[in-house]
């Protein structure tokens, strides 16, 4: 099962990044960053929360982590990014990285997954775009996911966070299912299918995956009885 899903969920990121590679170029985000012209870009950019509705908000930082420009605009404190997952990701990585969940700052504070986007000026990062995806819209796409009436499935990120889940709210306290049997395996990247017999947790048929490219793993349970 995971092998299928884990696909279709790629296909469900892929969009995220072509849209977002397509209107940097498309909109020359390099040429207006590099002249400072950060308003400009957002305003350029902005139109992108149309194109694909589980896209929540954008914004830029420069290569410091310093906020420059965001749409919608919203209040938040916050001088620098650079503490942040996805800043420390994309500057690694130089190329489009998913971040863990987490909750944003600016308000309302919601939780939220961010697709990071260098900008760049040859091999130099000039900027970043960061793209949020809220939580709902990860709980959305497993829902159209479903397998059998009684099968759960559910994603989680790099740290065994979960993104979403049928039974758990989107916007509640992030949950940590990291030391679960199945995800902790997931974790090491492993792809299996297996009998799960836990006390706490239940007994179920798992079937998991992670997408190693962006740190996001997708698991399936199908509860069996043991009596």
Do not use: C
């Not at 969009?15 to 308003?39: A, C």
């Not at 559910?154 to 199945?182: L, R």
């Amino acid at each position: 099962f995971s092998e299928l899903l884990a696909d279709l969920l790629q296909k469900k990121i892929d969009i995220i990044i072509s849209l977002g590679n397509l209107y940097l170029d498309q909109y020359k985000i390099g040429d207006l960053v590099k002249n400072g012209e950060w308003e400009e870009a957002i305003q350029s950019l902005k139109s992108i929360l149309e194109k694909e509705n589980s896209i929540g908000r954008i914004f830029l930082v420069d290569p410091e982590g310093a906020p420059k420009a965001d749409f919608p605009p919203l209040p938040y404190s916050i001088q620098s990014f650079a503490f942040r997952d996805w800043y420390k990701g994309v500057m690694a990585k130089k190329s489009v990285y998913v971040s863990e969940v987490y909750k944003r700052s600016a308000e309302p504070q919601l939780n939220v997954v961010v697709f990071a986007f260098p900008i760049k000026d040859g091999d130099s990062i000039i900027g970043i775009l960061g793209i949020q995806v809220l939580a709902d819209a990860w709980l959305n796409w497993i829902n159209e996911l479903k397998i059998t009436p009684e099968s759960v499935i559910f994603v989680v990120d790099k740290n065994g966070h979960v993104v979403a889940h049928p039974g758990i709210d989107p916007q509640a306290d992030i949950v940590d299912y990291s030391s679960q049997p199945d995800v902790r395996k997931l974790l090491q990247e492993r792809a299996s299918t297996e009998f799960i017999i836990d006390p706490e947790i239940g007994s179920f048929l798992s079937s998991y995956k992670l997408i190693p490219e962006h740190n996001i793993g997708i698991v399936v349970r199908v509860p069996i009885k043991t009596d």
